[in-house]
């Protein structure tokens, strides 16, 4: 079940669990779109993957309890920076390979 993490790990903006905002790769490495558009070029600093919008949670339980209430979002917060000098360089190779191929 994905965590729902609240934050984005870069620039530290809330994404909460309704954000149409929030970014994800296949590891749950979590950013706010405006960070994987304008900095990474959709290139997880973490493993290299490409990013997608992180779905969200029913709030009400419409089925199965399978809602926020009873799945609540995480609360840890991973504030880890990107050093986007050492990131330019790590991306540099497979900015131009799409994710499907990476």
Not at 61 to 88: C, I, M, S
Request: charged share 20%; hydrophobic share 35%; net charge neutral.
């Amino acid at each position: 079940m994905l965590e729902l993490r609240p934050t984005c790990e870069h620039c530290n903006c809330a994404l909460a669990p309704e954000s149409t905002l929030a970014r994800i790769c296949s590891f749950e490495c979590t950013f706010c779109a405006t960070c994987v558009d304008t900095l990474l070029d959709n290139v997880c600093p973490n493993c290299g993957g490409g990013f997608a919008a992180r779905p969200i949670r029913p709030s009400k339980n419409w089925k199965g309890n399978n809602d926020l209430a009873q799945h609540p979002a995480g609360t840890v917060v991973k504030h880890r920076p990107v050093d986007l000098e050492a990131f330019a360089q790590f991306a540099a190779p497979i900015r131009a390979i799409a994710p499907e191929q990476r």
